[in-house]
């Protein structure tokens, strides 16, 4: 019997020690655990910092986009947001339609506060009958692979800076006089061509401020020229948009980019056509920095 309970001591005593020694001597490791972050669908007006501008329609939302302040600098904007349908553990969110990348770009302008053509004409109290002018691209996302994993299940209509980071939200920044626009659109000349469009932080001769469509016997030039400027005058803030002389209003015809005005691109050829309001410098001088919203500043000449 005390032979039993000696035997029975050892083991007891093993056990013990296989417990407490590694807890003296051996291998510990150090850390919190913490629960894994999965980032929530995005609102609209939501700015997200690292995404460049994608020739997928589709592509995913992943964690390298981050939602950041819209007072810092983030490359796009969250422009809408709506759920989709289908089973999240497959993969992928079921659409109840294909991403419409077109109906995406449109919904720009409710998002930056224009709308369709009221009883006096206006798209915007600052617009008045012009459509706004912006260099901006646009893509559908959905949710990355943790967030599908989660189970969300959406898509949304991002709207992209053409040129480098942006500083400011743009969200119904068109529907009232504009502080800034990060999104203003400018010209590497004096000569507005389809598709050719400069950085306004980079030295520049002209700035876009809008567009209209023109029937075929019109010409804007004239008969759009005393709303250009007041457009000219509701968009910068200047007494006088021209500066003394310095800068001109006026409205030009947009070309193709061959530089010709084809049929139905301008007056006496059949169809509409477009035409843009610009301000633009009176001589070889450059500007550094969009006019919208600059007020009483002084005119940014590089």
Same mark, same amino acid.
């Given at each position: 019997?005390?032979?039993?309970?000696?035997?029975?001591?050892?083991?007891?005593?093993?056990?013990?020690?296989?417990?407490?020694?590694?807890?003296?001597?051996?291998?510990?490791?150090?850390?919190?655990?913490?629960?894994?972050?999965?980032?929530?669908?995005?609102?609209?007006?939501?700015?997200?910092?690292?995404?460049?501008?994608?020739?997928?329609?589709?592509?995913?939302?992943?964690?390298?986009?981050?939602?950041?302040?819209?007072?810092?600098?983030?490359?796009?904007?969250?422009?809408?947001?709506?759920?989709?349908? =289908?089973?999240?553990?497959?993969?992928? /969110?079921?659409?109840?339609? #294909?991403?419409?990348? !077109?109906? *995406? +770009?449109? @919904?720009?302008?409710?998002?930056?506060?224009v709308h369709p053509l009221d009883v006096r004409g206006q798209r915007s109290t600052v617009l008045g009958p012009w459509w706004?002018?912006?260099?901006?691209?646009?893509?559908?996302?959905?949710?990355?692979?943790?967030?599908?994993?989660?189970?969300?299940?959406?898509?949304?209509?991002?709207?992209?800076?053409?040129?480098?980071?942006?500083? =400011?939200?743009?969200?119904?920044?068109? /529907?009232?006089?504009?502080? #800034?626009?990060?999104? !203003?659109? *400018? +010209?590497? @000349?004096?000569?507005?061509?389809?598709?050719?469009?400069?950085?306004?932080?980079?030295?520049?001769?002209?700035?876009?401020?809008?567009?209209?469509?023109?029937?075929?016997?019109?010409?804007?030039?004239?008969s759009f020229a005393s709303s250009c400027q007041r457009l000219a005058e509701r968009m910068t803030g200047m007494t006088d948009?021209?500066?003394?002389?310095?800068?001109?209003? =006026?409205?030009?015809?947009?070309?193709?980019?061959?530089?010709?005005? #084809?049929?139905?691109?301008?007056?006496?050829?059949?169809?509409?056509?477009?035409?843009?309001?610009?301000?633009?410098?009176?001589?070889?001088?450059?500007?550094?920095?969009?006019?919208?919203?600059?007020?009483?500043?002084?005119?940014?000449?590089?």
């Amino acid at each position: 019997m005390a032979g039993r309970l000696a035997g029975l001591g050892v083991v007891v005593a093993v056990l013990i020690a296989a417990l407490l020694i590694p807890l003296r001597f051996g291998h510990r490791i150090a850390g919190i655990a913490t629960t894994l972050a999965i980032p929530s669908a995005p609102r609209v007006g939501a700015c997200l910092r690292g995404m460049a501008q994608s020739s997928d329609p589709s592509a995913d939302l992943e964690p390298a986009a981050q939602v950041v302040r819209c007072d810092r600098p983030h490359d796009a904007e969250i422009i809408t947001q709506n759920d989709a349908f =289908g089973d999240p553990s497959a993969g992928m /969110a079921v659409r109840v339609r #294909r991403p419409n990348l !077109a109906a *995406c +770009a449109a @919904s720009a302008y409710k998002y930056l506060g224009v709308h369709p053509l009221d009883v006096r004409g206006q798209r915007s109290t600052v617009l008045g009958p012009w459509w706004p002018a912006f260099a901006a691209s646009f893509q559908m996302l959905g949710p990355g692979s943790l967030q599908r994993f989660a189970g969300q299940l959406w898509e949304a209509c991002v709207m992209i800076g053409s040129y480098g980071p942006l500083v =400011g939200n743009t969200a119904d920044v068109l /529907a009232d006089a504009p502080g #800034r626009l990060p999104i !203003a659109l *400018c +010209a590497p @000349s004096s000569t507005v061509v389809l598709h050719q469009s400069a950085s306004c932080d980079q030295p520049h001769p002209t700035e876009i401020l809008g567009w209209r469509v023109a029937d075929a016997a019109i010409d804007p030039v004239t008969s759009f020229a005393s709303s250009c400027q007041r457009l000219a005058e509701r968009m910068t803030g200047m007494t006088d948009p021209t500066a003394d002389g310095l800068l001109e209003v =006026g409205v030009v015809v947009l070309r193709a980019p061959d530089g010709v005005v #084809r049929e139905g691109w301008g007056p006496g050829h059949s169809g509409p056509y477009r035409a843009a309001c610009t301000i633009r410098t009176a001589s070889t001088r450059m500007l550094t920095a969009s006019l919208i919203g600059l007020g009483t500043a002084p005119v940014p000449w590089d």
